[in-house]
């Protein structure tokens, strides 16, 4: 289990994490969620050890992961696919990390085979390509056999047979009640999987929620409007709960408000509707929702030739 209390990390005037409080139970897969920017790896490198907290604490089943003496036997993590040194093959990435746990030669071979990497684990790692690199990464997370498991973005380079791979490797670990922390900023492929959500934003704790629950918030209504007039419309719709994003030429997605009642509102202002087409929310559009004001990156859907 993973306990955070109170976590924060301060970089002179930034607060990356800023009084973070949630557990991560065994038994289920948990999935991080946030922005880019939202300070997901860097919670991650304080329960780790990596980074030291401004305030706050992250445990392992109870004490800091420094007091554990085989911590790759207590937890397995894969933050930075790209740490092994390029000229050190797979096998030997792997059995120097495994000398300094007491773990055998056999296991370095097994998780080599887990992970498909038997076949090239006498190679150099620096020829490997991205999914290659990420599927030995993900082999030293699994090395001491640890009880936690915590990795930053999986999927990063694999194709779709290593995605279907890693998920079930998930599951599978998850059912053996190992404790399973995966954090992504791609809602479409945690709700594939993941069982309950810490979701983040600027540092701070948006939802703590279980994945059961997020999916009801995903019944809510969602329209999408069009309207000649919808400059007019648009703050007449608005209300607490009520989302609306501007999606087309005069036309939005508004979600928290259903058909009828936008047709009355526009029936009573004498605001003629071009299109009124009710659709099911997704839990990416829950999630884009909750993260709408956390979002650190906007780019913008127009490309134009500079001055």
Same mark, same amino acid.
């Given at each position: ?14 607060? +990356?994490?800023?009084?973070? !409080? ?6 289920v897969?948990? @999935?991080?969620?946030g922005?880019?920017g =939202?300070?997901?790896? *860097? ?14 604490? %992250? ?6 992961? %420094? ?6 036997r207590?937890?397995g ?6 740490? +092994?040194?390029p ?34 684990g ?9 999914g ?46 190992? *404790?399973?922390?995966v954090?992504s ?12 959500f ?52 005069? +036309? ?8 009828g009642?936008?047709g ?7 605001? =003629?509707? *071009? @299109? ?22 906007? @780019? !913008? ?7």
């Amino acid at each position: 289990m993973i306990k955070v209390t109170n976590l924060t990390k301060a970089y002179g005037d930034i607060v +990356a994490v800023d009084s973070l !409080t949630f557990t991560v139970q065994p038994g289920v897969i948990t @999935g991080f969620l946030g922005p880019n920017g =939202a300070g997901k790896s *860097t919670t991650m490198r304080m329960i780790l050890g990596l980074d030291a907290p401004t305030e706050g604490s %992250a445990t392992i089943d109870g004490k800091p992961l %420094a007091e554990h003496q085989m911590p790759l036997r207590k937890i397995g993590a894969l933050l930075n696919a790209g740490a +092994a040194h390029p000229k050190r093959s797979a096998y030997n990435h792997l059995r120097a990390l495994a000398a300094t746990n007491g773990i055998s030669n056999g296991r370095v071979e097994h998780v080599l085979n887990l992970v498909g990497l038997a076949e090239v684990g006498k190679r150099r790692s620096g020829g490997f390509s991205l999914g290659m690199g990420q599927r030995l990464g993900i082999a030293a997370s699994l090395l001491g056999d640890p009880e936690v498991v915590m990795l930053d973005e999986p999927v990063n380079g694999l194709d779709p047979e290593g995605i279907l791979w890693i998920r079930q490797l998930l599951q599978d670990l998850a059912a053996e009640g190992r *404790t399973v922390f995966v954090s992504s900023h791609l809602m479409s492929e945690m709700e594939l999987i993941a069982d309950h959500f810490i979701i983040i934003g600027q540092g701070r704790l948006i939802e703590d929620i279980s994945a059961d629950d997020l999916r009801a918030r995903a019944t809510g209504e969602k329209t999408l409007v069009r309207s000649d007039d919808l400059d007019r419309l648009t703050p007449l719709m608005q209300a607490d709960g009520v989302s609306i994003v501007p999606c087309e030429t005069k +036309a939005a997605t508004v979600i928290g408000v259903g058909a009828g009642e936008i047709g009355r509102i526009a029936r009573d202002n004498g605001i =003629a509707l *071009t @299109g009124l087409v009710p659709e099911q929310r997704s839990l990416e559009d829950v999630f884009m929702s909750l993260t709408a004001e956390a979002v650190q990156y906007q @780019g !913008t859907s127009t490309i134009a030739m500079a001055a």
